[in-house]
């Protein structure tokens, strides 16, 4: 395979003039069977890190630079990406730091993880044989866990244990197919984005421990912006992955608006009031089965096990009838259980009212989406990706 190792540099004149040779020498020498290639992504350092890798390329021909201007991290990877899959026809990149928080003795063992059948191998410090720097700060260690499991949690990504780590192998067969040029971040939290991709592609991902080390030299560029950055392009991830579920939410929020209204206004009309209460729970009902079929369940058209609109409508009616039903019931066990009036926190509330919301969302709402999706709308019949993690 060819592999691209991207050094993206910004002020590490020290640290490049050693980190190079070192690969070179100690490094690479160790990899069989492998067409090995440096490029540096440098964002113009004022203190000349161009210089060196320029003075190194003289001497090693798998050394190569790429200067532009400072953009934050993410773009700074996306250049090195392109360039390696586009010019450089590179079969794997791997991203890893330039400042030996990464031990460069490390990438021998992701290589391999790459050979035994891997396509996204993770450098990971939440494993076991992994750490953080034991110099960290309590507060910082907390900070690391604690976005890291945010964004796994989101995700659904449980059997993930490092997924902010910045040291990766990726094979550009799934490269090619994230889009790069719309990430939702162009700094640190470029990866999160990628990472989400790369899974969601069905690649092979494979954690292989590593000692995330303290730095010696130079500074870190990472502030406390990137944290909530990360934070914003977790949820807009998070959204998109369950915008199925979202806009169910949000058809399920139309519903009730529809029901207050149309009750209102059949009133209005001159209707009996328990006449209003139904035309308005039924118009309720068609309107959300409109919608929902329409759009939030509007892309399973073509799964014939659902079958014929007056099929799924009954279901859909039925199902909402049933609703109505399983209300009806938690409120009269609960009034069995708690009397008429239940006391929170020394206010007096009837038991109906205060059933009604842990009713919607634990049973009603999990429940509805249950159905829709296994025997309304059928989704399972759609094509769906599936998480490959390896473990040992
Ligand atoms: N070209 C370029 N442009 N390089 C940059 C830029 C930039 O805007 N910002 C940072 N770098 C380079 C640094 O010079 C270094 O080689 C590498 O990217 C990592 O940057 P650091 O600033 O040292 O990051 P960090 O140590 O705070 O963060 C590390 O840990 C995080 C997890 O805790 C990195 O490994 C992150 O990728 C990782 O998520
Ligand atoms: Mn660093």
């Known amino acids: 395979m060819k592999i691209i190792i991207i050094l993206p540099t910004y002020n590490e004149k020290t640290n490049i003039e050693k980190m190079i040779p070192l690969l070179e020498r100690e490094v690479f020498s160790t990899i069989k069977g492998h067409d090995l290639h440096i490029l540096v992504v440098d964002d113009k350092s004022p203190d000349g890190t161009a210089d060196v890798v320029k003075k190194y390329r003289e001497k090693w021909k798998n050394v190569h630079l790429l200067s532009g201007d400072k953009q934050g991290l993410g773009r700074a990877y996306v250049r090195g990406m392109k360039y390696a899959m586009e010019e450089m026809h590179a079969d794997a990149v791997m991203e890893f730091d330039a400042d030996f928080q990464h031990d460069p003795h490390d990438i021998p063992r992701l290589i391999s993880a790459m050979d035994e059948g891997a396509d996204y191998v993770i450098g990971s410090r939440y494993i076991k044989g992994g750490a953080i720097p034991k110099?960290?700060?309590?507060?910082?260690?907390?900070?690391?866990?604690?976005?890291?499991?945010?964004?796994?949690?989101?995700?659904?990504?449980?059997?993930?244990?490092?997924?902010?780590?910045?040291?990766?192998?990726?094979?550009?067969?799934?490269?090619?197919?994230?889009?790069?040029?719309?990430?939702?971040?162009?700094?640190?939290?470029?990866k999160l984005h990628i990472l989400h991709d790369v899974v969601h592609l069905g690649a092979k991902v494979k954690e292989v421990p590593i000692v995330f080390y303290e730095?010696?030299?130079?500074?870190?560029?990472?502030?406390?912006?990137?944290?909530?950055?990360?934070?914003?392009?977790?949820?807009?991830?998070?959204?998109?992955?369950?915008?199925?579920?979202?806009?169910?939410?949000?058809?399920?929020?139309?519903?009730?608006?529809?029901?207050?209204?149309?009750?209102?206004?059949?009133?209005?009309?001159?209707?009996?009031?328990?006449?209003?209460?139904?035309?308005?729970?039924?118009?309720?009902?068609?309107?959300?089965?409109?919608?929902?079929n329409l759009w939030t369940f509007g892309d399973t058209k073509h799964v014939k096990e659902q079958g014929g609109f007056l099929r799924r409508l009954i279901k859909f009616n039925t199902a909402s009838l049933a609703s109505i039903g399983i209300q009806g019931f938690s409120t009269y066990l609960a009034v069995k259980f708690f009397g008429e009036v239940i006391t929170i926190y020394g206010y007096s509330i009837h038991t109906a009212l205060a059933i009604l919301f842990p009713t919607i969302i634990f049973i009603v709402l999990p429940l509805n989406y249950f159905v829709y999706n296994k025997i309304i709308w059928k989704t399972h019949h759609l094509k769906k990706y599936k998480q490959q993690v390896i473990s040992e």
Not at 153 to 163: E, G, K, Q, S, T
Not at 219 to 228: L, Q
Not at 233 to 242: G, Q, R, W
Not at 256 to 283: D, K, N
């Open 135 to 190: 110099e960290w700060a309590f507060d910082r260690k907390v900070k690391s866990k604690l976005g890291g499991l945010i964004a796994r949690y989101a995700f659904f990504m449980f059997r993930l244990h490092d997924v902010t780590s910045g040291f990766k192998l990726t094979k550009t067969s799934f490269l090619k197919r994230v889009q790069l040029d719309r990430l939702y971040s162009y700094n640190y939290a470029y």
């Open 215 to 292: 730095r010696t030299k130079g500074k870190s560029k990472m502030d406390t912006n990137d944290m909530t950055e990360s934070l914003y392009v977790v949820l807009k991830l998070a959204i998109y992955d369950h915008k199925r579920f979202v806009k169910f939410l949000f058809v399920g929020g139309t519903g009730f608006i529809v029901q207050y209204s149309i009750t209102y206004l059949c009133i209005l009309l001159g209707f009996a009031q328990h006449f209003a209460t139904m035309i308005a729970a039924e118009t309720a009902i068609l309107s959300n089965f409109t919608l929902n």
